[in-house]
């Protein structure tokens, strides 16, 4: 028998006309760990088979922050998307109490640009979730993978891979010890430094860019604005994996520019957390060509720390060489596209001297993209 989350059909009002069969609901807020019940993103859960998920989620037409532009969704809709489906599956289909900490701990996605085009009405999106690699500690969750496949209308939208572990109040407070207190974390935050253009990093107001100019090349360091009404929906202990991976998106536009690009892959390893009381520092490499006999991706190590863990897949990463044999275009150069079309990027998040990810991200020339008219 099939395990639902679908929340009730409730009878429609009464009115003049025809009547839906149903009525489209969002999800309870608290199991996609949001307070503002406009951010629910989620509409309906069911499991189909032992560890095989269908959720379903609705775009709105314009979000405040993951903003659409030159008639496209913003790519960073599909992650948040995904983000939402850990704390619904860790609650409703693994049993993860309420108050244990969901922690990145490796994420991937690769989607097509074409079937991000907006429309007069909010994007209907179906996503199917096969859980592998389940770990327990004690008969409670503490470790799963989700191989994740989106479509939009039957259409193939994208995947992703994304592994997440979950902690105890009391293991996650051994785990962060002094920065373990939400509040008195975000109190200590340094003081947020001015932002580039918006333009720059394809953002159209000040108060949606993440990223701070430096006196070197494509350098920044990262904009944490506690009160961030979208990032930082509620206290956290540290910088979220959201804030990381847009400001990611972000430095490869800035990188880019003024290339007009749309990211449409990322793979990285979230290897350490990001607090909020020391300035982190976000570097974007331009890869050119892979150097002759530069073999497959192979994978490294991640460091060991909180939020490591297994090594992710190599995913699409693998097909041509690792990050490291690719040359650097130089300043001024045109940036490489690939047989593919897509440009390739390195972006990687530093503080007090350590790395906390390495993200590759792969972007494609908005002009190539179908109803993305640059």
């Known amino acids: 028998m099939s395990t639902t989350g679908q929340l009730p059909k409730f009878p429609a009002p009464a009115a003049a006309g025809p009547s839906p069969r149903t009525l489209t609901t969002t999800v309870p807020k608290e199991y996609v760990h949001k307070t503002a019940l406009s951010e629910v993103l989620l509409t309906s859960w069911q ?20 903003s659409s532009r030159n008639r496209l969704h913003d790519p960073l809709l599909l992650v948040e998307t995904i983000r939402q489906t850990i704390p619904l599956l860790s609650h ?6 309420f108050g244990h900490q969901l922690i990145w701990d490796h994420f991937t996605y690769s989607l097509e640009p074409d079937a991000l085009r907006t429309e007069t009405a909010p994007t209907e999106i179906e996503l199917r979730i096969a859980c592998s690699d389940i770990k327990r500690r004690k008969d409670t969750l503490s470790a799963l993978t989700m191989d994740v496949e989106a479509t939009r209308n039957g259409v193939r939208l994208g995947t992703a891979v994304a592994r997440f572990t979950s ?34 990093v394809a953002r159209a107001q000040f108060e949606s860019v993440m990223l701070s100019p430096t006196d070197t090349r494509n350098r920044w360091q990262l904009r944490t604005d506690t009160t961030h009404p979208v990032i930082f ?3 956290v202990d540290h910088a979220p994996g959201m804030l990381l991976l847009e400001a990611a998106h972000q430095a490869v536009h800035a990188a880019l520019h003024p290339m007009e690009v749309i990211p449409v892959g990322l793979s990285t390893v979230f290897t350490r957390y990001a607090e909020l009381d020391a300035p982190c520092w976000i570097e974007a490499t331009v890869l050119g060509r892979p150097e002759a006999g530069a073999g497959k ?10 939020e490591s863990g297994p090594e992710p897949d190599a995913g699409a990463e693998a ?53 993305g008219d640059s």
């Open 92 to 97: 409703l289909a693994y049993n993860v109490p």
């Open 47 to 66: 499991e189909t088979a032992p560890d095989v998920h269908t959720v379903t989620a609705e775009w709105p037409r314009a979000h405040t922050f993951y």
């Open 167 to 200: 902690h105890a109040p009391a293991i996650y407070r051994r785990l962060r010890g002094e920065y373990g207190d939400a509040r008195e974390a975000m109190a200590r935050a340094v003081p947020l430094p001015p932002p580039v253009a918006p333009h720059r």
């Open 233 to 235: 929906d509620h206290p």
């Open 297 to 306: 991706m192979t994978k490294s190590e991640p460091e060991s720390g909180p």
């Open 319 to 371: 097909e041509a060489g690792t990050a490291d044999s690719w040359a650097e275009v130089p300043a001024g150069d045109t940036p490489w596209i690939d047989d593919s079309g897509l440009i390739h990027t390195r972006v990687t998040a530093l503080q007090n001297g350590h790395e906390l990810f390495s993200a590759r991200v792969t972007a494609r020339p908005l002009e190539s993209v179908p109803g």
